[in-house]
């Protein structure tokens, strides 16, 4: 068949490893379970002796979680005994008990949407530790020496620094998953464009005698600055403060417990008395993000391409969604012993790259309006703190973009032409986790991409299901039929606009390929991109 075919190739085409990764946080570690979803033989080093045990990022969103549920399903994050769905987000005007807004995320998300919860409270040191026990095969205390790369290969020297001994390796293919000082990025010379914001934050895990949230959000909205509350899991909480007194140039002032209990009694209204501290850090915003996430035979995800505030929690999703978007790209290429000018390729920068400067742009407005609020900007938020609070539309506006459901890829290479006024779903949009009326045990859209090796094709009631495809290029396809006895009440028909049925092609990353009534234009986009040919020509403009 041609998947065996395929596989064949990888063992033919490649005497020595076919994929490295450097830095095995969660990004590197996403990178690693997707190569091996598909069958690539990979090898990732880290310089640390284990996982991070802080707790650094703390939510995993919507999006993110639908992206990784083939290979780290939902049910593997919510068995820890540190994870909380997302439930309510509370707004409090200075010290008041009462909040000014209340949004209560479990309610409106319960009659929109599938399985998946908006978002996670999951501390990174919990998130690293589930997915480097899925990967189990991570080189630790291994830290990059040097790297050489041509047009066929990638050489890289690396250390271990338990045994100090050197190791050269050679591989295909390079990934960069090494954090904001990237090692690979530096090796490279490439530039890391853009700026630093003169804003110092601080970050406080304290356990306080009382008992707090564990599945809220909380901010405090004060004339003296703002405080935000996150659960940290038992009865920890993250605080998250601007350092107002912070000078330029100096370096960050990392608060003492005693300055984080003067900040709760004069800002917030909890009453909270701190009886221990877990972890602080200050950090001064870095605005930065490399020109091209792809360089021959070396890519970069996560923090290694770009950087940003804090501010959303954005920033490890968006490098976990890298990974979910390269690695697919390169199986198939790999797959099919292509080289670094395949055109799939180029699409994983045409896509991502957009997506993180949105993310760079989006924080860096809030956290400049939370630091430096003007007259105008407080009367601006007053107004529209109110209007939040009484029209629910605007919550699931304000859900929507923060679980990360709105990231599209419609206007790239690879997506549906953008158009504001499309209310269904189209090329480049992820799939709608959308709730299935069924006799079958499949609940959602989602449960029919689990255990996929690849991609699904979705075979709507009402058209022939002959002569279907039967690989995704290099990959396996995954063909489903979904007809009354799956969906009664044609809930993903309605949402795709093929109520008369109809063929979805959805990409190993869970974001919409195709969408046609016929078999003819999910062919055409199979011949198109996941062809065998690194030369191939193909127009990069959206599809009509």
């Known amino acids: ?27 590197g570690l996403a990178v690693m379970l997707q190569l091996q979803r598909f069958g690539i033989p990979v090898r990732i080093f880290d310089k640390g002796a284990t996982y991070t045990d802080k707790s650094k990022a703390l939510v995993v969103w919507r999006r993110t979680l639908q992206s990784l549920d083939s290979v780290f399903p939902l049910e593997g994050f919510l068995a820890s005994d540190k994870a909380a769905p997302l439930s309510c987000i509370k707004v409090f005007a200075n010290k008041n008990t009462v909040p000014s807004v209340k949004v209560d995320i ?46 066929d290969t990638v050489k890289i020297r690396v250390r ?31 530039k890391f464009q853009g700026n630093t914001e003169e804003l110092c934050w601080s970050l ?28 940290v899991g038992g009865n920890e909480c ?7 007194t912070y000078k330029a140039g100096t370096p960050p002032h990392v608060p003492t417990q ?28 870095n605005e930065r993000q490399i020109e091209n996430y792809q360089h021959g035979r070396v890519f970069f995800c996560g923090d290694a391409a770009h950087v940003h505030s804090p501010a959303g929690g954005q920033g490890m ?43 760079i742009k989006a924080s860096g407005v809030g956290i400049r309006a939370a630091a430096k609020p003007s007259m105008l900007t407080k009367i601006a938020r007053g107004f529209f703190l109110s209007v939040v609070n009484w029209l629910p539309a605007i919550q699931r506006i304000g859900i929507y973009q923060a679980s990360e459901d709105a ?50 094709l979705f075979v709507l009631e009402g058209v022939a299901a002959d002569n279907l495809p039967t690989c995704f290029g290099g990959l396996e396809l995954n063909v489903q039929h979904i007809g009354r006895e799956q969906d009664e009440t044609g809930e993903l028909a309605k949402a795709v606009a093929l109520k008369t049925g109809g063929f979805v092609l959805v990409r190993p990353d869970t974001h919409i390929a195709a969408v046609s009534a016929t078999l003819q234009p999910i062919q055409q986009w199979c011949e198109k991109w996941m062809s065998t040919q690194s030369n191939t020509t193909v127009d990069v403009a959206p599809q009509n």
């Open 1 to 27: 068949s041609v998947q065996l075919l395929a596989d064949l190739h990888v063992h033919s085409c490649h005497f020595k490893m076919v994929v490295c990764i450097i830095g095995a946080g969660p990004v």
């Open 106 to 151: 479990k309610a409106l998300d319960s009659t929109h949407r599938g399985t998946f919860p908006a978002g996670i409270f999951l501390p990174q040191s919990e998130t690293e530790r589930l997915l480097d026990e899925a990967c189990q095969s991570v080189e630790r205390n291994c830290e990059l020496l040097s790297m050489e790369t041509t047009q």
């Open 160 to 190: 271990n620094t338990t045994t100090d001994t050197e190791e050269e390796v050679s591989c295909d293919w390079l990934i960069a998953c090494d954090g904001g000082r990237s090692a690979v990025r530096h090796q490279l010379q490439l």
């Open 204 to 231: 406080v895990d304290i356990q306080p005698y009382a008992p707090a949230p564990t599945d809220e959000l909380v901010v405090y909205l004060g004339d003296e600055g703002n405080v935000v509350l996150f659960p």
């Open 238 to 244: 993250r605080v998250v403060v601007q350092d107002a």
């Open 258 to 285: 005693e300055e984080i209990q003067e900040i709760l009694d004069k800002r917030t209204g909890t009453n909270w008395k701190i009886q221990s501290t877990s972890w602080a850090s200050a950090f001064v915003v």
């Open 317 to 359: 999703n968006t490098g976990l969604q890298d990974a979910t978007n390269l690695a697919w790209k390169l199986a198939h290429v790999v797959k099919t012993c292509g080289g670094p000018d395949h055109p799939l390729l180029s699409t994983y920068n045409a896509e991502r790259h957009p997506v993180g400067a949105a993310v």
């Open 407 to 456: 990231i599209t890829y419609r206007g790239g290479p690879l997506g549906h032409k953008v158009s504001w006024f499309d209310r269904v779903w189209r090329a480049g949009d992820p799939l709608p986790d959308l709730k299935l009326k069924s006799s079958a045990t499949k609940a959602s859209t989602y449960d029919y991409l689990r255990g996929s090796k690849g991609a699904t």
